[in-house]
C-alpha cells in the first residue's frame, strides 16, 4: 500500500474488519457512550495489565489532567516532569492550575534523568510527572525513591507505552501495574493501539478510580448505565465539580479488539527494533536507542539521533525524496510560547540535542522486512550525501 500510494510512513494502526465490525455492534446496539463497551474495556485492560481499577475517559490529556488533581495537585502547586515530552503533558499540568518544572533527559533513554529529579523538588511541589517516553520504560524504581524520600505521589504518563513492560524485584511486570499512584494511556492513532482517541487511568487506590468515575461524568453520583437497568426511579446529585471526559461505547468496542492484537502487535514491534539495533550498529557516529535492563519497550517509536554537525531537516527531506517518511525528535516544551518561562531543575541540553538531532524512523506492526531494509538504505544514503 504505501509503495504505491505514498512514501513508506513513519506508523499506521493496524485495524480491520474486527474493529469495524465492533465500532457497527455498539452502534446497533442503540448505546453509543460511556456504558456496557466501555466498562468491558476496563475489565479487560486491567486484567491485561494486572492492575485492580482502570477507568476509561476521552483522553490521555483528560486522563493526566484527573491523576493530577486526584493526588491533590491544584493552584499554585508545581509539578516535577520533563520538558522533552509531548506538549500535553505539560498542559495537563497547568489544566489542573499548578505549573510545570522541568527535567533534563538522559540520552538514549529519552527518559527523565533520576539524577537530576531532586533539583526540580521545591517546598510547592506536590507530584512527580514522569514519562515512559516512546513507550520505554522510564527508571521508575529511582523515581519512587526520590518520591518516597519527598513524599510526593508518583503518576505514570505511559501515553505511549501499552504493552511496555518494566522489572519489578526481578520478574516483568506491565506498565500499567500499579506502581505510582496512578497511570495514564493514550489510544491515539499515533501510539500502539487506537480507539481514534480515547485514554486509561489505572490505579490501585479505589478512592482515586471512585474519584475519576465521578468527574468523568460531570461530576453525576450515578452512572447513566445503572439508571437504565434499575428498577427502581433513581434520582441522581452533583456531589463535585465535573467534567465530560466520557469515552464513548464505539471507541470501547475497537479497543476492546485492539487489546487482543496488543500482544502480537507488540511482539512484531520488537522484532522490527532489534533488526534496526542489528543493522544500524556500523553506522559512524549514529546515536542509536538504548533500552536499560530493567525495561522493555513497545517501541511505540524508534529514534536515532543524527552525527553531529549534520543537518536534520535536510537528512530527513533527503530521506523524504528516497520515499521515506520520518518525523524529528520529541518537541520541547520549555521552547513553545506557554512554557518558556517556567522554571528549570537545571539546564536542559540533553533534551534540546534529543529534539535537534533526533530522527524518528518507520516502525508499525505491518511493516515488512523489505520497507525496513529501504528505510535503512535511504538513511544511510542520506548520511552519506
Ligand atoms: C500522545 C501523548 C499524550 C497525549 O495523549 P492524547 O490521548 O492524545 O491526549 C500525552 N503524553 C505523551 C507522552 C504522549 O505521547
Known amino acids: 500500500m504505501a509503495d504505491q500510494a505514498g512514501p513508506i510512513p513513519v506508523a499506521q494502526p493496524v485495524l480491520a474488519a474486527e474493529?469495524?465490525?465492533?465500532?457497527a455492534r455498539a452502534v446497533l446496539s442503540g448505546w453509543v457512550t460511556q456504558g456496557?463497551?466501555?466498562?468491558?474495556?476496563?475489565?479487560?485492560?486491567?486484567?491485561?495489565?494486572?492492575?485492580?481499577?482502570?477507568?476509561?475517559?476521552?483522553?490521555?490529556?483528560?486522563?493526566?489532567?484527573?491523576?493530577?488533581?486526584?493526588?491533590?495537585?491544584?493552584?499554585?502547586?508545581?509539578?516535577?516532569?520533563?520538558?522533552?515530552?509531548?506538549?500535553?503533558?505539560?498542559?495537563a499540568v497547568r489544566h489542573a492550575g499548578a505549573e510545570p518544572v522541568f527535567v533534563d533527559i538522559e540520552s538514549g533513554t529519552y527518559n527523565i534523568d533520576p539524577q537530576r529529579l531532586e533539583a526540580a523538588i521545591g517546598p510547592r511541589c506536590r507530584a512527580i510527572l514522569c514519562v515512559h517516553q516512546m513507550g520505554m520504560p522510564c527508571d521508575l524504581d529511582r523515581v519512587l525513591a526520590v518520591a518516597a524520600a519527598h513524599d510526593l505521589p508518583v503518576?505514570?504518563?505511559?501515553?505511549?507505552?501499552?504493552?511496555?513492560?518494566?522489572?519489578?524485584?526481578?520478574?516483568?511486570?506491565?506498565?500499567?501495574?500499579?506502581?505510582?499512584?496512578?497511570?495514564?494511556?493514550?489510544?491515539?492513532?499515533?501510539?500502539?493501539?487506537?480507539?481514534?482517541?480515547?485514554?486509561?487511568?489505572?490505579t490501585a487506590d479505589p478512592e482515586l478510580d471512585q474519584r475519576f468515575r465521578l468527574?468523568?461524568?460531570?461530576?453525576?453520583?450515578?452512572?447513566?448505565?445503572?439508571?437504565h437497568q434499575s428498577r427502581k426511579?433513581?434520582?441522581?446529585?452533583?456531589?463535585?465539580?465535573?467534567?465530560?471526559?466520557?469515552?464513548?461505547?464505539?471507541?470501547?468496542a475497537v479497543g476492546r479488539e485492539q487489546l487482543r492484537r496488543l500482544p502480537e502487535i507488540v511482539a512484531r514491534r520488537r522484532v522490527l527494533a532489534e533488526r534496526y539495533l542489528a543493522l544500524l550498529a556500523d553506522v559512524d557516529g549514529l546515536g542509536l536507542p538504548e533500552q536499560p535492563p530493567f525495561a522493555r519497550?513497545?517501541?511505540?517509536?524508534?529514534?536515532?539521533?543524527?552525527?553531529?554537525?549534520?543537518?536534520?531537516?535536510?537528512?530527513?527531506?533527503?530521506?523524504l525524496d528516497r520515499g521515506v517518511a520520518t518525523r524529528r525528535g520529541i518537541m520541547c516544551?520549555?521552547?513553545?510560547?506557554?512554557?518558556?518561562?517556567v522554571r528549570r531543575a537545571g539546564p536542559l541540553g540533553r533534551s534540546e540535542e534529543a529534539q535537534d538531532r533526533g530522527v524518528i524512523l518507520p516502525l508499525y506492526a505491518q511493516m515488512t522486512e523489505d520497507q525496513q531494509d529501504r528505510v535503512i538504505s535511504a538513511l544511510k544514503e542520506a548520511l552519506a550525501a
Open 155 to 202: 503518576i505514570e504518563d505511559s501515553a505511549c507505552a501499552v504493552g511496555s513492560e518494566i522489572a519489578c524485584n526481578g520478574a516483568w511486570e506491565p506498565i500499567g501495574r500499579p506502581r505510582g499512584a496512578v497511570a495514564c494511556f493514550s489510544f491515539h492513532p499515533r501510539k500502539v493501539i487506537t480507539t481514534g482517541d480515547g485514554g486509561m487511568l489505572t
Open 233 to 252: 426511579v433513581i434520582f441522581e446529585s452533583y456531589p463535585v465539580l465535573g467534567y465530560n471526559y466520557r469515552m464513548t461505547d464505539i471507541q470501547a
Open 19 to 23: 474493529e469495524a465490525e465492533a465500532a
Open 36 to 91: 456496557p463497551e466501555v466498562q468491558a474495556f476496563e475489565d479487560e485492560f486491567a486484567a491485561l495489565v494486572g492492575a485492580p481499577h482502570a477507568s476509561a475517559v476521552s483522553s490521555c490529556t483528560t486522563a493526566l489532567h484527573l491523576a493530577l488533581m486526584a493526588v491533590g495537585v491544584g493552584p499554585g502547586d508545581e509539578v516535577a516532569t520533563v520538558s522533552h515530552t509531548f506538549i500535553a503533558t505539560a498542559n
Open 297 to 319: 519497550s513497545n517501541w511505540q517509536s524508534f529514534c536515532v539521533l543524527l552525527p553531529e554537525g549534520l543537518d536534520q531537516h535536510a537528512t530527513m527531506q533527503a530521506m
Open 215 to 227: 468527574w468523568r461524568h460531570h461530576g453525576m453520583s450515578v452512572p447513566d448505565i445503572a439508571r
Open 333 to 341: 516544551c520549555h521552547r513553545e510560547a506557554p512554557y518558556r518561562d
